[in-house]
């Protein structure tokens, strides 16, 4: 599976191995709906697997996004109805988050928004549904519905990992659109109110970035040995540009 | 891992114009890491930052993500597109 960050967050999540932040919670609901055999996930995992090749063939014969033959407008009134007619699950929550990302990839954003307000603040989907609206927000540049759901949500959910997920993508949203001191709020928020948790830590490196790692700021500085053996230090690279990049084998 | 060849490319040609590359691996394992450096030809330094306390210095969030740090140490990019990356750097060679 992929490894590119989408955005700031990571789109996609199929590997425990060097996981970061929230990200964790993600993988691991992937992991966990992987190993139990579940015939309802097989079914949705097949619609995916369909929509993904329709939605292929149909940007390879030259078609656009808003276009109304956008096949990924059929599969996400399908992956809604599944929805509709089965009982909260994996599975259900799998094809939530679908028929959502899709009309969000068929720039449909005010339908999006509709069915995103259907959705009660516990709904399981909201964890994965937030890398939706995030998404979206990012495409429209516009973070104003974002926020006021999270907000709502931060108030009216009573499962403890929505509403830090909610304070914490409030504070990702207002730090995209510069609006640091918001920002700051939101993520002092999540870890004062939810220590411990993912969020809290995410939301604390988050708080760092903004204080200590913005353009034209000294880089940390750090001191290590390479899997070679040999000493390195940020100071030995004085006088040169210098590149780092993070990166895993997986 | 279609970025290795990219950044061997810019590897090679910012070597000896004052670019330095250094290669942080997130990998729980060494091995898997020594294989690839040796496998895909990467002349770059490697650290094994197997405890993450690189990616919390840096608040690096997924993989792979660029920063670039110009000649006073400062930071200059991050979170770069390696596609944008070349260009990036002719800026800095021209301060």
Known sequence: MGRRTQNRLFGSAGNAASLLGFTLLLAFTIHAQNTLPDKEMDRVQAMINQSKKDAEQFSKSGGKPGDANNPNLKWSADFWKYREKHPASPATVAATVEALRLLNRADRLSELREKADTLKPDDAAWKQVFYVLMSAAAKSKDYSYLISKAEALAQTASDRDIKAQARFNIGDAYWRIKDNDRARKAFQAVVTEYPGTTYAEAAEGNLREIEFLNLGQPAPAFERTTISGDPISLGGFKGKVLVLKFWGTY | ?95
Not at chain 2, 6 to 33: M, N, R, W
Not at chain 2, 74 to 93: F, H, Q, R, T, Y
């Open chain 2, 1 to 95: 891992m279609g970025e290795v060849p990219l950044l061997k490319e810019l590897y090679a040609k910012y070597l000896d114009q004052g670019v330095a590359v250094v290669g942080i691996s997130l990998d729980d394992e060494l091995k898997p890491l020594q294989e690839m450096v040796a496998s895909k030809g990467m002349s770059w330094p490697q650290i094994h930052d197997a405890d993450q306390s690189l990616v919390k210095l840096f608040n690096v969030k997924g993989t792979p993500t660029y920063y670039l740090i110009d000649r006073e140490g400062k930071i200059a990019a991050k979170d770069i597109p390696i596609k944008k990356l070349g260009s990036a750097i002719d800026e800095l060679l021209k301060k």
